[in-house]
């Protein structure tokens, strides 16, 4: 039997999107099972188990499928379960919040569609989610998700020229992740 989720990993359950989105390489792993879910327009909806049914998949297919794509999380560099807030992007944050009447809410590090990560405010912090302020404004709180910290872990949210940005630390190579994404 195969393990259940752990921190970093994805179950059958997730939305195909979802996973390629937070482990591009999944991509690869899916198409040497011929599924092509990651260029279907079902993706945003479809979890990777309703995907796999879809295309005959059977369970134990399902499983070795997950239990592949969670090998290539696992092996990817391991990235600090953190991220850092700049002072600068806490009062920014601080102030839409405020002026949104948000400050009792918590603001969440999203991943989209796309592979980009936009921040989003949310009634509460999510069951995976892994807490985040800078000590200067410690009631502008941020999260993020353990999977999500797998891609953009250790990075520094700022504010510049007005906008804020996500700073990934690099490896050598200029990669963020170690090369295992194609993110260059």
Same mark, same amino acid.
């Given at each position: 039997?195969?393990?259940?989720?752990?921190?970093?990993?994805? #179950?059958?359950?997730?939305? !195909?999107?979802?996973? !390629?989105?937070?482990?591009?390489?999944?991509?690869?792993? =899916?198409?040497?099972? &011929?599924?092509?879910?990651?260029?279907?327009?079902?993706?945003?909806?479809?979890?990777?188990?309703? &995907? *796999?049914?879809?295309?005959? /998949?059977?369970?134990?297919?399902?499983?070795?499928?997950?239990?592949?794509?969670?090998?290539?999380?696992?092996?990817?560099?391991?990235?600090?379960?953190?991220?850092?807030? #700049?002072?600068?992007?806490?009062?920014?944050?601080?102030?839409?919040?405020?002026?949104?009447?948000?400050?009792?809410?918590?603001?969440?590090?999203?991943?989209?569609?796309?592979?980009? /990560?936009?921040?989003?405010?949310?009634?509460?912090? &999510?069951?995976?989610?892994?807490? *985040?302020?800078?000590?200067? !404004?410690?009631?502008?709180?941020?999260?993020?998700? #353990?999977?999500?910290?797998?891609?953009?872990?250790?990075?520094?949210?700022? =504010?510049?020229?007005?906008?804020?940005?996500?700073? =990934?630390?690099?490896?050598? #190579?200029?990669?963020?992740?170690?090369?295992? *994404?194609? *993110?260059?």
């Amino acid at each position: 039997m195969l393990p259940t989720q752990t921190v970093g990993s994805i #179950t059958k359950d997730m939305r !195909v999107l979802d996973i !390629v989105t937070l482990c591009p390489s999944a991509e690869h792993i =899916m198409a040497e099972y &011929g599924l092509h879910c990651f260029h279907c327009e079902a993706n945003a909806f479809e979890s990777l188990v309703d &995907g *796999c049914r879809g295309h005959g /998949f059977e369970e134990e297919e399902i499983d070795a499928l997950v239990h592949d794509i969670n090998d290539l999380i696992a092996a990817q560099p391991v990235r600090p379960q953190t991220l850092t807030i #700049t002072l600068e992007a806490a009062k920014g944050l601080r102030a839409i919040a405020e002026s949104e009447g948000k400050l009792d809410q918590i603001l969440s590090v999203v991943a989209d569609g796309k592979g980009s /990560f936009c921040l989003e405010f949310q009634a509460s912090i &999510g069951e995976d989610d892994l807490e *985040c302020t800078n000590s200067d !404004v410690p009631d502008m709180r941020i999260a993020a998700s #353990t999977l999500s910290l797998v891609r953009i872990g250790g990075a520094t949210i700022d =504010m510049r020229d007005g906008r804020f940005k996500l700073e =990934m630390d690099t490896d050598k #190579t200029g990669c963020a992740c170690g090369g295992s *994404c194609g *993110c260059k």
